[in-house]
């Protein structure tokens, strides 16, 4: 009786009876499922005729199980699964993708620097022996054309700003890519640091070389006096004069091919302006030191590479000549 008390105060749906079997007196536990309203629902515990009693009360009392979670508790659960994110998960994560953006980025460092040149290296390369001429003119005037005839006939390297800043901006490593996309687009002058400074490389690339064409460049007075004072002066400035209205013939019909995004209608005039503003400046200022060749783009084509090419033949003449003198004039100052 006792133990059967006990049960009942730690198992209110147990009732233990005693029972007698032939061996002697044994008890026999015989579980009760109660059911509301009605009489208890006998089944002898391990016996198959009861699995649909014992079957009933197991889901009964695991559904009453649920009834009896106190909702502060589920509330508190869900704040510790929710602080556990935000104060391991999330943070974990987040120092992942910043660890992949830092070697990312050093990675890309690397790759800048190795297409570069050290300051030793641009110390040390003899830019001043090397000839330079500026190539100007508006958009559309035929600066890349005849620059192109120019490197047939008198073996010039033509080194395109332009082109330079759009190779730059393609560039998966570039560190300015974005920045030069924008100045092109908006028609505006990119910063003569960047501009300058991959106009030295790609002399530096060609050492053996002694003549360059700079197509495009100075685009104003800053950038003139800049790559003047850190590269070199340059010898002539060849100035394509052509009438705003053949330009904008001229670009509208290039940009049917050629894929720039500056080649469109709303570039293109503020690239005029761009050039009337800045750019004719700094061919007027040359033209004080009585530096510039011009070439008037109204002519046929033919003429006005003749133009162009007679021109320059009489600029290298008269630079041979000046080194000729030169030379003399060191020899004779050596032997004295």
């Known amino acids: 009786m006792f133990a059967s008390a006990l049960l009942r105060s730690s198992h209110p749906r147990l009732i233990v009876r005693a029972g007698r079997a032939s061996a002697g007196p044994k008890f026999a536990l015989r579980g009760y499922a109660t059911v509301p309203g009605g009489k208890p629902n006998q089944a002898r515990m391990g016996q198959g005729g009861g699995t649909n009693a014992k079957s009933n009360s197991s889901e009964k009392s695991i559904f009453g199980r649920f009834n009896e979670i106190n909702p502060f508790a589920l509330v508190a659960?869900?704040?510790?699964?929710?602080?556990g994110y935000s104060l391991i998960i999330k943070p974990y994560f987040e120092w992942r993708t910043d660890l992949k953006k830092r070697a990312d980025e050093r990675v890309k460092e690397e790759e800048i620097g190795k297409a570069g040149y050290s300051d030793e290296e641009v110390a040390q390369f003899p830019f001043g022996t090397k000839t330079v001429v500026f190539v100007l003119g508006g958009p559309g005037s035929g600066k890349g054309t005849n620059s192109a005839k120019l490197v047939e006939d008198f073996g010039f390297v033509h080194l395109s700003a332009g082109d330079l800043l759009r190779a730059e901006q393609q560039r998966d490593v570039s560190q300015y890519g974005e920045l030069i996309g924008h100045y092109i687009r908006e028609g505006l002058i990119v910063p003569h640091e960047i501009t300058i400074g991959l106009l030295r490389n790609a002399m530096m690339d060609r050492p053996e070389s002694d003549r360059f064409l700079i197509d495009g460049f100075p685009r104003n007075l800053v950038q003139a006096k800049a790559f003047e004072?850190?590269?070199?002066?340059?010898?002539?400035?060849?100035?394509?004069?052509?009438?705003?209205?053949?330009?904008?013939?001229?670009?509208l019909d290039r940009g049917k091919t050629s894929g720039r995004t500056d080649d469109n209608i709303g570039s293109i005039k503020k690239r005029f302006r761009t050039y009337i503003n800045d750019s004719k400046p700094v061919i007027?200022?040359?033209a004080k030191e009585g530096k510039v060749m011009t070439v008037s783009c109204e002519a046929s084509v033919e003429n006005v590479y003749k133009h162009t090419h007679d021109q320059m033949k009489a600029l290298l003449q008269d630079l041979e000549k000046q080194a000729v003198e030169e030379k003399q004039t060191k020899e004779k100052s050596d032997k004295k």
């Open 229 to 251: 004072d850190t590269v070199c002066k340059a010898k002539k400035v060849l100035y394509f004069e052509c009438p705003e209205a053949t330009m904008l013939e001229r670009l």
């Open 284 to 286: 007027d200022e040359y």
């Open 77 to 83: 659960a869900a704040t510790i699964l929710i602080s």
